[in-house]
């Protein structure tokens, strides 16, 4: 669908999570499910996704947990349902790509953020 994204979601996280980057990972697979999600529906109405979908992920350490499929000590406490975003990236339904999330404050603002702040991500 271009290089434009079409959905968002925000919800709460159903589990406690033990760290940031289990946390992440955690939000990682859900977004993954959605987008796979979405492929499927696209292959169904006859616009195939050839490429993988781009997911773009500010934090290394879920890239290397998805990736790399040994169990560390870190990741066994990590419910099995939440590596499905392995699968994924295995098959090459999925390809992550890290970036780096900037936060540039107003002047007027500079301890809290506000509306008037902008995101910026840099794709490496």
């Known amino acids: 669908m271009g290089e434009t994204a079409f959905t968002w979601v925000s919800k709460k996280q159903p589990i406690i999570t033990l760290s ?3 946390a992440e990972y955690v939000a990682a697979t859900s977004y993954i ?6 492929r499927r529906l696209l292959k169904e109405l006859n616009i195939p996704q050839k490429e993988p979908t781009e997911i773009c992920i500010d934090n290394k ?4 947990l ?7 000590d870190r990741s066994k406490h990590i419910d099995t349902r939440y590596h499905y975003i392995r699968e994924c990236v295995a098959n090459k339904e999925v390809q992550l790509e890290y970036v780096i999330r900037l936060l540039i ?16 991500y840099l794709v490496l």
């Open 105 to 120: 404050f107003s002047p007027s603002h500079s301890s809290l953020k506000t509306s008037q702040d902008e995101e910026i």
């Open 33 to 38: 499910s959605h987008a796979i999600w979405l």
């Open 61 to 64: 350490s879920v890239i290397a």
């Open 66 to 72: 998805a990736k790399n499929p040994v169990f560390h």
């Open 20 to 22: 940031t980057c289990e």
